[in-house]
């Protein structure tokens, strides 16, 4: 579908069909798109926009990328469709690997997903050959099956659009978590270390020229980053939005 750049929700229409395609391309699962529409309700709510509050919390994933040993990006059929581009560039940016993550696993859709990051640039893709297999502890889906030289030995994780038992999972066996969630009171978004309250989308092109201009410009001093009360201003941020949407 053609979408005019002038109707008022263009960019959101956009990324919709960006979804649409990765599902006939094999790339999303029917539930990653209803898991899209439950994105969309909550971007409509934080405004549609990156927040201050998104802006601080890439600034800390940033840096927890830079200064991680063992950094692993986990891409699932939502975000392959979504940002394949800017998986890879990311992953060059930090030296992160990237690894195919998936909750309702396929070889078939593995691949897929495999082939979209290679014809993006990506050299390495971990997740996909079942000799390097390893099982994280005290997790039921199929995403407890990762690999061995990937999220199995990483320090710090970057998982958008996580399900909230892996994420609790990962934490347990020691995992620093890093995620993109648009809706701050999932159990993902509360028990990430930090959790950017934005779409993938667009926090992804930030996050990636915040990792080039730290890279670039040093460090610097490290701020202080509280996940809790950086989730709080995005819910006074919704609950501000709501109020105004029902006055008007
Ligand atoms: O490709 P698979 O098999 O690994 O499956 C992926 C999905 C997304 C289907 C799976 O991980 C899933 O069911 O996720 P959930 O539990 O629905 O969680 C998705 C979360 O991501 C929700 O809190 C959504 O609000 C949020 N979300 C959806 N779209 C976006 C988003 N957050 C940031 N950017 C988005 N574009």
């Known amino acids: 579908m053609l979408i005019p750049k002038t109707h008022p929700r263009a960019a959101s229409l956009h990324i919709r069909e960006k979804l649409v395609h990765g599902f006939r391309d094999g790339?999303?699962?029917?539930?990653?798109?209803?898991?899209?529409?439950?994105?969309?309700?909550?971007?409509?709510?934080?405004?549609?926009?990156?927040?201050?509050?998104?802006?601080?919390?890439?600034?800390?994933?940033?840096?927890?990328?830079?200064?991680?040993?063992?950094?692993?990006?986990?891409?699932?059929?939502?975000?392959?469709?979504?940002?394949?581009?800017?998986?890879?560039?990311?992953?060059?940016?930090t030296g992160a690997k990237i690894e195919v993550n998936l909750f309702y696993a396929s070889e078939k859709r593995k691949k897929a997903i495999a082939q979209t990051l290679k014809k993006n640039g990506a050299r390495e893709i971990l997740g996909i050959d079942p000799k390097f297999a390893k099982r994280i502890p005290r997790l039921d889906s199929a995403r407890r099956i990762v690999d061995r030289r990937g999220i199995f030995s990483a320090d710090v994780v970057l998982v958008p659009l996580e399900d909230g038992d892996r994420?609790?999972?990962?934490?347990?066996?020691?995992?620093?978590?890093?995620?993109?969630?648009?809706?701050?009171?999932?159990?993902?978004?509360?028990?990430?270390?930090?959790?950017?309250?934005?779409?993938?989308?667009?926090?992804?092109?930030?996050?990636?020229?915040?990792?080039?201009?730290?890279?670039?410009?040093?460090?610097?001093?490290?701020?202080?980053?509280?996940?809790?009360k950086n989730l709080e201003k995005s819910i006074i941020t919704i609950r501000k939005n709501l109020r105004r949407m029902s006055n008007a």
């Open 27 to 93: 790339l999303v699962v029917e539930e990653g798109l209803l898991a899209h529409g439950r994105g969309e309700m909550f971007d409509y709510l934080i405004g549609e926009k990156t927040s201050k509050t998104s802006h601080d919390a890439i600034n800390a994933a940033a840096r927890a990328l830079l200064t991680a040993k063992f950094p692993v990006i986990s891409v699932n059929g939502n975000l392959a469709a979504l940002c394949p581009r800017e998986i890879v560039e990311l992953s060059k940016a």
């Open 167 to 228: 994420t609790i999972a990962l934490k347990k066996f020691g995992k620093n978590v890093i995620t993109f969630d648009l809706n701050p009171m999932s159990r993902t978004a509360q028990t990430a270390d930090i959790t950017i309250v934005d779409n993938v989308i667009r926090g992804m092109p930030i996050l990636i020229g915040t990792c080039k201009k730290l890279t670039k410009n040093g460090l610097g001093k490290k701020s202080k980053f509280d996940n809790k």
